[in-house]
């Protein structure tokens, strides 16, 4: 077998011992119900361990993670996960998390051509387009890219409020809100992007005031 897999498989049993050891009741707890009541899409960046960030355990946090948490109305899995969390696990919150330093929003920020991939991140070049004017009045680099991180995160906020999934929902009158906040790799710490998504009402309000600080 693969060293690196020895060293998992180890790794895996240091865990699960250790776990046992505080909590002996905590593996069968995990095999009897997931009910969590919010679902995280985060971004794929290994530096960014949902449940971890967060101080959650496993069962309190439904996550979808893909390359710059993008929510695209035409991914399946995404939108599956989604489907799942609000339907049947009746979610309360849909949290975006983006973070700061990206490596798929600097991809999309430079041009840069990784192959297959460039195709999602056009999604990226799409929000930049949209928001060309306030970010060319960032004259900083590195603050003009964290704004696009953070605009990122607001757009994909209003993915999710847009898909027919929170349209029936909200239609039903289920309570479910839609939530953006960033993380930083540079503190650990999370930041409230004070984008919420509650109702329908709630997007016209979210572009009426992107409007008014102007695009």
């Known amino acids: 077998m693969d060293n690196k897999i020895e060293v998992l498989l180890r790794k895996n049993k240091e865990w699960a011992k250790s ?3 505080g909590d002996p ?11 969590p009541e919010l679902l995280w899409i985060g ?19 439904f996550v ?13 899995n995404c939108l599956s996960v989604i489907q799942y969390a609000v339907d049947v696990l009746k979610v309360k919150d849909i949290i975006v998390c ?21 195709n999602w991140l ?5 929000v930049m387009e949209k928001y060309q004017k306030k970010l060319s009045a960032i004259k900083d680099e ?16 209003i993915n999710v409020a847009q898909t027919t999934i929170l349209e029936d929902a909200w239609n039903r009158g289920q309570n479910v809100a839609v939530h953006g906040l960033i993380y930083s790799l540079k503190d650990g710490m999370l930041r ?8 329908f009402s709630d997007i016209t309000e979210f572009y009426n005031n992107i409007k008014k600080a102007g695009k």
């Not at 009741?25 to 009910?35: A, E, G, I, M, R």
């Not at 971004?43 to 949902?50: F, W």
């Not at 700061?100 to 041009?111: D, E, L, Q, R, T």
């Not at 409230?192 to 109702?199: E, T, W």
């Open 25 to 35: 009741d905590f593996f069968t707890k995990l095999t009897n119900v997931q009910n």
């Open 98 to 118: 983006g973070h700061y330093g990206c490596g798929g929003v600097h991809s999309a920020f430079v041009n840069n051509k990784l192959g297959l991939i460039d």
């Open 192 to 199: 409230d992007l004070n984008v919420c998504i509650r109702n």
């Open 19 to 21: 776990v046992k050891t």
């Open 43 to 61: 971004c794929s960046d290994s530096r960014v361990p949902a449940n971890e960030i967060v101080g959650l355990l496993p069962g309190e946090l």
């Open 64 to 76: 979808h993670r893909n390359v710059a948490n993008l929510v695209v109305q035409t991914d399946l």
């Open 142 to 157: 590195e603050k003009r890219l964290d704004r696009l991180c953070e605009l990122n995160v607001m757009e994909q906020v």
């Open 122 to 126: 056009r999604n990226i070049k799409d």
